[in-house]
């Protein structure tokens, strides 16, 4: 079974940010990319490891 993160997970360790405000970002960004989550939250740009996640949420979104 696979972890389901909560609205208040955090999702990227190195800058803080929840799964919530993440996908509010993406929606109202209208972000379909990783490199559109990059550009716009800093999420994925240090040490990487939330990558899978934040994919997964892009294509949940």
């Known amino acids: 079974m696979a972890y389901e993160f909560k609205d208040d997970d955090v999702i990227c ?13 993406i929606k109202a960004e209208g972000i379909d990319t990783l490199e559109q989550v990059r550009e716009k939250t800093r999420v994925n740009v240090a040490c990487g490891m939330c990558v899978y996640i934040v994919e997964k949420l892009l294509t949940e979104g």
Request: with cysteine; hydrophobic share 30%; aromatic share 0%.
């Open 13 to 25: 360790s190195c800058t803080g940010i929840t799964k919530q405000k993440l996908l509010s970002v």
